[in-house]
């Protein structure tokens, strides 16, 4: 039996073949960006905060569980803010020149990771809160999120940089390479799966399913198996479009 080796890139975390360290543009921002990745994020093929980090020039990635974040010392300066939608917490956008923040904390995790960390990690509770108020959802809608306004870690970064640096440039294009890159990823992981016998219209369901993304059914093609159905695999994915 052949067995197929799938080569990753240690920057990204990409595979090889959709690396995207060497179109992602260098970002002079001037406000630091911190960011605290919960650690079970540390390895998921769709996280964005390792872009973030490869792209800007002044961001730090600090990777470590609740307990770890609590206990440590965390690099956050004076003037610091934290990008996390409390109850009333002002507009990072609405904010005049002299009253920006300058380092934006940002937590990187699912909802419920980002919820756990703040609430445990005593720097964190100190710090006063800023939320953005984006026109329209994200547009990386490959994980689940709690609303359809619900930014990337990527998006949010962004985000919050124009809203604070409106003259510092290159964060419209690091968005556009990551978009282009996505639906690649996708038919990807969909060819890689066709052991799994993904069928063709599974990947076109997964695909134009904007809410949850792309997750193949694995445990669906098991039951396939079992029954006997050998409904053919996806091998080479269709343009969605």
């Known amino acids: 039996m052949e067995h197929r080796v799938r080569l990753s890139c240690y920057r990204c975390f ?3 073949s959709h690396c995207l360290c060497d179109a992602i543009p260098q970002i002079d921002n001037r ?6 990745q919960h650690i079970g994020e540390r390895a998921h093929p769709f996280n964005t905060a390792r872009i973030v980090r490869n792209s800007l020039r002044n ?3 600090l990777v470590s569980h609740n307990r770890d974040f609590a206990e440590q010392d965390l690099p956050i300066v ?5 990008l996390f939608p409390r109850p009333g917490a002002p507009s990072l956008a609405a904010l005049p020149p002299d009253k920006r923040p300058a380092q934006i ?23 006063p809160c800023y939320q953005l108020t984006p026109n329209s959802p994200g547009r990386y809608r490959i994980r689940r999120e709690p609303d359809e306004r619900s930014l990337s870690t990527l998006e949010a970064t962004v985000a919050a ?15 556009a390479r990551v978009r282009r890159g996505k639906l690649l990823e996708l038919c990807s992981a969909a060819d ?3 052991s799994g016998e993904l069928t063709l219209k599974e990947f076109i369901d997964a695909v134009k399913d904007k809410g949850s993304g792309f997750q193949p059914k694995r445990e669906e093609a098991k039951r396939r198996r079992r029954s006997g159905d050998r409904t053919p695999a996806v091998r080479n994915p269709p343009n969605p479009d």
């Open 14 to 16: 990409r595979p090889v």
């Open 31 to 36: 406000t630091s960006i911190l960011i605290l």
């Open 59 to 61: 961001c730090q990635l």
């Open 78 to 82: 004076t003037n610091a803010g934290l």
């Open 105 to 127: 904390v940002i937590v990187d995790g699912t909802w419920h990771q980002a919820k756990t960390i703040v609430r445990d990690v005593p720097q964190l509770r100190s710090l």
């Open 161 to 175: 940089l124009q809203a604070v640096e409106p003259t510092t440039t290159g964060g419209e294009q690091l968005l």
């Open 192 to 194: 890689d799966d066709a």
